[in-house]
């Protein structure tokens, strides 16, 4: 059978050195000639940001910052960037920040400098989600693409090992689904599952030692392989469930990825084995359901729906939301009734 694919590899520098954050952060305003710099951290990262930007000039430090990111605050950051006459948009943070600093860029054309203190991922995709009236929208567009990344995982060592654990899990969310999203090809599968091999030798490491800066490294690395893999492939069956439970019940981003991944592999792996098997070896397992679960038992990880917001009265409304945007290439044929069954297992934390 002949490989055929259609392949698009989104353009993006990226700067990888621990402890370099704040010269290669200033490196970067002066290649890209910025006079007038938003910066958006929340407000537990004030200081952090206070370091990363010690060796550059800030106009306006923005931290109205909320998960899932609400229309109202993409709007409100929006008008400070036209009237500071901003010219670059540096965010310093996990997801939710990164999100603003996207939702900005949407409208405004700007250049993001995106610098993750999580494993996220959300920095190296064009991918963007707003939140209005309990209903998550998400789309994809070049413009909120950051123009550069950088990581540094001293910037992480004082994310607690917990949200470590689920921050991390997010990004095999992201390595998982990229394996049979629409757009699921060869080179993104590739790069999935050096992300999950990445991913699964990083995050035991932070179990074992939160202060293990090499283990954070991987985690780091396997957290942008998995985003770079799922903004060629999209979102899979995964991402659109947690997507309507994030935005319809107002749920944690990443405890919910991570609690629900088991439940979705479990549901897709039969039907996709070439996958599976891929997903497998890069475990070093002998299924693709027992590397993930072994991985998950090692780490403690995020287990029941219940514990992150989801009342069990809510199954059945939530089922119905996310019927209609199953991706049609989903490996198997998804029913309302599955999908209120995948959702009482992961609400109650049952074994797969």
């Given at each position: 059978?002949?490989l055929?694919?259609?392949h698009?590899t989104?353009?993006?520098?990226?700067?990888?050195?621990?402890?370099?954050?704040?010269?290669?952060?200033?490196?970067?305003v002066d290649?890209?000639?910025?006079?007038?710099?938003?910066?958006?951290?929340?407000?537990?990262e004030?200081?952090?940001?206070?370091?990363?930007?010690a060796?550059?000039?800030?106009?306006?430090?923005?931290?109205?910052?909320?998960?899932?990111?609400?229309?109202?605050?993409?709007?409100?950051?929006?008008?400070?960037?036209?009237?500071?006459?901003?010219?670059l948009?540096?965010?310093?943070g996990?997801?939710?920040?990164?999100?603003?600093?996207?939702?900005?860029?949407?409208?405004?054309?700007?250049?993001?400098?995106?610098v993750?203190?999580?494993?996220?991922?959300?920095?190296?995709?064009?991918?963007?989600?707003?939140?209005?009236?309990?209903?998550?929208?998400?789309?994809?567009?070049?413009?909120?693409?950051p123009?550069?990344?950088?990581?540094?995982?001293?910037?992480?060592?004082?994310?607690?090992?917990?949200?470590?654990?689920a921050?991390?899990?997010?990004?095999?969310?992201?390595?998982?689904?990229?394996?049979?999203?629409?757009?699921a090809?060869?080179?993104?599968?590739?790069?999935?599952?050096?992300?999950?091999?990445?991913?699964?030798?990083?995050?035991?490491?932070?179990?074992h030692?939160?202060?293990?800066?090499?283990?954070?490294?991987?985690?780091?690395?396997?957290?942008?392989?998995?985003?770079?893999a799922f903004?060629s492939a999209?979102?899979?069956?995964?991402?659109?469930?947690?997507?309507?439970?994030?935005?319809?019940?107002?749920?944690?981003?990443?405890?919910?990825?991570?609690?629900?991944?088991p439940?979705?592999?479990?549901?897709?792996?039969?039907?996709?084995?070439?996958?599976?098997?891929?997903?497998?070896?890069a475990?070093?397992?002998?299924?693709?359901v027992?590397?993930?679960?072994?991985?998950?038992?090692?780490?403690?990880?995020?287990?029941?729906?219940q514990?992150?917001?989801?009342?069990e009265?809510?199954?059945?409304?939530?089922?119905?939301?996310?019927?209609?945007?199953?991706?049609?290439?989903?490996?198997?044929?998804?029913?309302?009734?599955?999908?209120?069954?995948?959702?009482?297992?992961?609400?109650?934390?049952?074994?797969r």
């Open positions: 059978m002949s055929v694919f259609d698009i989104l353009g993006q520098r990226v700067r990888f050195a621990a402890g370099h954050a704040a010269d290669n952060l200033a490196a970067e290649r890209l000639g910025a006079e007038r710099v938003m910066v958006i951290a929340a407000p537990g004030a200081a952090l940001a206070e370091t990363v930007t060796d550059i000039d800030v106009t306006v430090h923005h931290d109205d910052v909320a998960p899932h990111v609400p229309l109202d605050k993409a709007d409100k950051a929006r008008t400070v960037a036209t009237e500071n006459g901003i010219d948009l540096v965010s310093i996990g997801g939710s920040t990164t999100g603003l600093a996207k939702a900005v860029a949407m409208t405004t054309g700007l250049p993001i400098v995106a993750p203190t999580t494993y996220a991922g959300s920095e190296a995709t064009n991918v963007w989600g707003l939140t209005e009236s309990a209903r998550k929208t998400t789309g994809v567009d070049d413009k909120v693409l123009t550069t990344v950088i990581y540094d995982a001293t910037l992480t060592l004082s994310l607690p090992v917990e949200l470590s654990i921050s991390g899990l997010n990004g095999m969310a992201h390595c998982i689904d990229s394996m049979w999203a629409p757009r090809d060869p080179i993104n599968r590739a790069l999935a599952a050096e992300g999950i091999r990445a991913l699964a030798a990083g995050l035991p490491a932070i179990k030692d939160p202060q293990d800066l090499a283990g954070r490294e991987q985690a780091l690395y396997g957290a942008y392989l998995s985003a770079v903004a999209g979102s899979g069956l995964h991402h659109k469930i947690c997507h309507v439970l994030g935005g319809a019940y107002d749920m944690p981003h990443a405890e919910t990825h991570a609690t629900v991944l439940y979705v592999l479990a549901l897709n792996a039969a039907a996709a084995p070439e996958a599976a098997s891929r997903i497998a070896a475990f070093g397992s002998a299924t693709a027992e590397g993930l679960n072994a991985l998950r038992a090692t780490l403690d990880a995020p287990r029941a729906l514990d992150y917001g989801l009342a009265e809510n199954i059945p409304e939530a089922a119905e939301k996310i019927l209609p945007v199953v991706p049609e290439t989903n490996p198997r044929a998804v029913s309302r009734a599955d999908l209120e069954e995948l959702l009482r297992a992961a609400h109650a934390g049952s074994t």
